[in-house]
């Protein structure tokens, strides 16, 4: 095994800390930017079956909605470069430098999958326009997402890294619930054949107004303590490659559960609730964002429960609960809403219990000299190849007469999940500062 190396960073001498005041403005700030990115990013889920239909040749719709989910994990896999490009340049530059770029990056290319013209009107062109701006997405996510996270768990104070935490996973949660409320409200008012003509515009039009007002709030964000104490340190250590990649492919393994149940029930079970048992578009959107708010209620509940008895028995429950509850609560989905709610409600609330603590196990993990581009490697690779395909694989696989078999992926992930904790350490309370692995 090769010895650790060092290498000296010459700074002036001297600490930086947050106020209080400052850590909650930053808080506030950092997690209003988060909810229009998830809004932004779930927006396209939401309006998946009203996408295949003008974006795509609507001669055959199950195609079309298949060529959508397969925009929307080609997306994903912009995600490992977002991250990796955008952890070096908040481990070089800072963490805001980077939430305010891929804020204006996501706004951008909101508002352009809004204004992009149909198959109808110019073609094959529809299509590829659509791919661009949802690639453009996939990489400003992919920044977003990680930096946000490291970001929340280097300003929360350590004794409640998992409170704040929560946050980021209630943001998650936001972001999804306004865009479900948007879309029904809309379908309500509109009606479902003006939300299929240009209704469905309009969700991506506002997110890229919205952002307007958290670039604002963003400008006044303060870089994380720990960021700028490290430039204060006369020493830095460099981490042996193998260790790096351990610390990586434990992370990655147990997000392969946390990330693929979260796509499942956050946003495809409904699309297949519409799609392929016919329910009323509007019902199951409101259905989805009041199930969605039960998670949404219990996560920093969670979050504060994980700081008194530790991170890992959250990522053991979470892993279990999950594993065996997949089966039962995807065959009590059925045409009626209550069945949609309930089983998303519960879902959710098993996705809670380690979503509450994930920044805080990610910022955990890696030192501050190279956490960003550890947090936006492992992150996005796992929710790139386990996330972003979920909605795809669910869709080719019912439509094969075989949904069973997603069933199975997704209690073997879960599993993965399980397996993973065993070879994490326990954090709750670690001074970021003296991190090591």
């Known amino acids: 095994m090769k010895t650790s190396m060092s290498s000296t960073i010459q700074s002036a001498p001297g600490g930086h800390s947050l106020t209080h005041a400052a850590r909650r403005r930053s808080l506030a700030a950092s997690t209003a930017g988060n909810i229009l990115e998830w809004y932004e990013w779930s927006t396209y889920s939401v309006m998946a079956p009203f996408i295949a239909a003008q974006m795509f040749d609507g001669s055959n719709p199950a195609s079309s909605l298949l060529s959508v989910f397969a925009v929307f994990a080609v997306g994903f896999l912009m995600r490992p470069i977002g991250g990796v490009l955008f952890g070096w340049i908040g481990d070089r530059f800072g963490r805001k430098l980077v939430l305010i770029s891929t804020m204006l990056l996501m706004a951008a290319a909101s508002f352009a999958i809004g204004a992009t013209p149909s198959f109808a009107t110019i073609g094959i062109g529809a299509s590829l326009l659509l791919l661009l701006f949802r690639c453009i997405q996939g990489l400003a996510h992919g920044g977003e997402s990680s930096a946000s996270a490291t970001y929340l768990g280097e300003i929360a104070p350590a004794a409640k890294r998992g409170q704040w935490g929560s946050v980021w996973g209630m943001s998650v949660i936001g972001g999804s619930i306004l865009a479900f409320v948007i879309s029904a409200l809309l379908t309500s008012i509109l009606g479902e054949k003006a939300m299929a003509d240009y209704g469905w515009r309009i969700p991506f039009l506002l997110g890229g107004l919205m952002a307007l007002v958290v670039l604002w709030m963003r400008r006044r964000m303060q870089e994380s303590d720990v960021f700028e104490d490290q430039g204060a340190s006369a020493v830095v250590e460099k981490l ?82 999950a594993f065996v509850t997949t089966i039962p609560l995807t065959l009590m989905v059925g045409n009626q809403p209550w069945s949609l709610g309930i089983a998303v409600a519960l879902s959710l609330l098993i996705w809670a219990l380690s979503q509450c603590i994930y920044p805080a196990i990610q910022s955990e993990s890696f030192p501050t000299h190279i956490r960003g581009r550890g947090v936006g490697f492992a992150f996005s690779i796992s929710v790139a190849l386990f996330g972003g395909t979920a909605p795809y694989l669910n869709q080719l696989f019912v439509g094969m007469g075989a949904g069973w078999i997603f069933s199975l992926y997704i209690m073997a992930l879960c599993a993965a999940s399980f397996a993973a904790t065993f070879f994490f350490r326990e954090t709750k309370g670690i001074d970021l500062k003296n991190v090591s692995v």
């Open 240 to 321: 042996p490659r193998r260790k790096m990649v351990l610390i990586t492919l434990r992370l990655i393994a147990f997000t392969a559960g946390l990330t693929s149940v979260n796509y499942v029930w956050m946003s495809y079970m409904t699309t297949y609730a519409v799609t392929n048992l016919g329910m009323d578009k509007g019902t199951a959107f409101w259905v989805t964002a009041a199930a969605q708010a039960v998670s949404l209620v219990a996560l920093p509940f969670f979050g504060a429960l994980s700081d008194r008895i530790g991170r890992k028995p959250m990522m053991f429950s979470f892993a279990a609960l």
